[in-house]
């Protein structure tokens, strides 16, 4: 497959080194991604799908045309893009009374869905080659614990998303595997970490967070690792609020997988920019690589 990126949002909005990790990590191993810079918000799954579900399948419809249009296949760096593009694909692919009624909207614009290009999350791309990561680390992160979240859209709902066990996800505990640390099995690992109420209600939000950041906690756990950048904002910018609120002392540093195998790798650090992360990297990595 070729693909282009699809960077959503947050990423390329607030948080730009974790797309620097992603290209940096595809480029060392070989998996050419290329770029679609055309793109809208994909559209939000917590928030456009239920408020009008016809205007979120016309602009997710109007995401997919632009990548039918250069023949590439669509590599997603957030899990809530990834679901709700697949959500978009499966619906359009499935219904033709709707897909007709979107590709009328579209018709506005000059564009038809066909339904030609698929969507991968970066990590299930990352997955497909984790015998090429395994054999090209430089710096096994060893005796390194770190508590995997995979968060919702990753697995759910899984007749869309459709790659991994949404009660037992084995992928991203296998990632970290692959660069020689050690994942940590916890008991509220499939748990939400409530970012998506933040806005509703963030009394409920931190709560959530606090009750997962306690079961990582409990289980030993030195670091954590996200695949949304969703998650990651929530785990990486909210620690200390929670400190305030609950009297704790939550100081987990919050990585991308991308930046773990960049570094794994042998990529610079300097290179990742993970001096923009709130809570400080160094210390928990100074004595399992060079940084």
């Given at each position: 497959?070729?693909?282009?990126?699809?960077?959503?949002?947050?990423?390329?909005?607030?948080?730009?080194?974790l797309?620097?990790?992603?290209?940096?990590?595809?480029?060392?191993?070989?998996?050419?991604?290329?770029?679609?810079?055309?793109?809208?918000c994909?559209?939000?799954?917590?928030?456009?799908?239920?408020?009008?579900?016809?205007?979120?399948?016309?602009?997710?419809?109007?995401?997919?045309?632009?990548?039918?249009?250069?023949?590439?296949?669509?590599?997603?760096?957030?899990?809530?893009?990834?679901?709700s593009?697949?959500?978009?694909?499966?619906i359009?692919?499935?219904?033709?009374?709707?897909?007709?009624?979107?590709?009328?909207?579209?018709?506005?614009?000059?564009?038809?869905?066909?339904?030609?290009?698929?969507?991968?999350?970066?990590?299930e791309?990352?997955?497909?080659n984790?015998?090429?990561?395994k054999?090209?680390?430089?710096?096994?992160?060893?005796?390194?614990?770190?508590?995997?979240?995979?968060?919702?859209?990753?697995l759910?709902?899984?007749?869309?998303?459709?790659?991994d066990?949404?009660?037992?996800?084995?992928?991203?505990?296998?990632?970290?595997?692959?660069?020689?640390?050690?994942?940590?099995?916890y008991?509220?690992?499939?748990?939400?970490?409530?970012?998506?109420?933040?806005?509703?209600?963030?009394?409920?939000?931190?709560?959530?967070l606090?009750?997962k950041?306690?079961?990582?906690?409990?289980?030993?756990?030195?670091?954590?690792?996200?695949v949304?950048?969703?998650c990651?904002?929530?785990f990486?910018?909210?620690?200390?609020?929670?400190?305030?609120?609950?009297n704790t002392?939550?100081?987990?540093?919050?990585?991308?997988?991308?930046?773990?195998?960049a570094?794994?790798?042998?990529?610079?650090?300097?290179?990742?920019?993970?001096?923009?992360?709130?809570?400080?990297?160094?210390?928990?990595?100074?004595?399992?690589?060079?940084?």
């Amino acid at each position: 497959m070729t693909y282009n990126f699809f960077l959503g949002c947050v990423i390329p909005g607030r948080l730009p080194f974790l797309e620097a990790s992603a290209r940096k990590t595809f480029e060392k191993i070989g998996v050419k991604v290329g770029d679609q810079a055309k793109c809208s918000c994909c559209p939000d799954p917590t928030g456009v799908a239920q408020m009008d579900h016809e205007t979120f399948l016309a602009l997710g419809a109007r995401n997919l045309c632009l990548y039918e249009e250069s023949n590439n296949h669509i590599l997603s760096l957030c899990s809530g893009c990834t679901e709700s593009l697949k959500t978009v694909k499966h619906i359009l692919d499935n219904d033709d009374e709707m897909k007709k009624e979107i590709n009328l909207k579209l018709k506005v614009i000059g564009k038809s869905y066909e339904g030609t290009s698929d969507i991968k999350h970066f990590a299930e791309v990352l997955y497909e080659n984790i015998e090429k990561i395994k054999g090209m680390v430089k710096n096994p992160l060893k005796n390194l614990k770190i508590a995997g979240h995979p968060g919702c859209h990753y697995l759910r709902p899984s007749e869309i998303i459709n790659w991994d066990d949404p009660l037992n996800p084995k992928t991203l505990d296998e990632l970290i595997e692959a660069i020689g640390a050690d994942p940590v099995d916890y008991e509220m690992k499939n748990d939400c970490c409530g970012n998506p109420l933040e806005k509703s209600d963030k009394d409920i939000s931190l709560s959530m967070l606090e009750a997962k950041l306690r079961s990582m906690k409990e289980s030993g756990t030195d670091c954590i690792v996200c695949v949304c950048p969703a998650c990651y904002q929530q785990f990486d910018f909210n620690q200390r609020e929670i400190n305030k609120i609950h009297n704790t002392e939550y100081n987990f540093p919050v990585f991308y997988i991308t930046e773990l195998i960049a570094l794994a790798l042998g990529l610079n650090k300097e290179d990742l920019g993970l001096n923009f992360h709130r809570i400080k990297v160094n210390d928990i990595l100074q004595n399992v690589i060079k940084v």
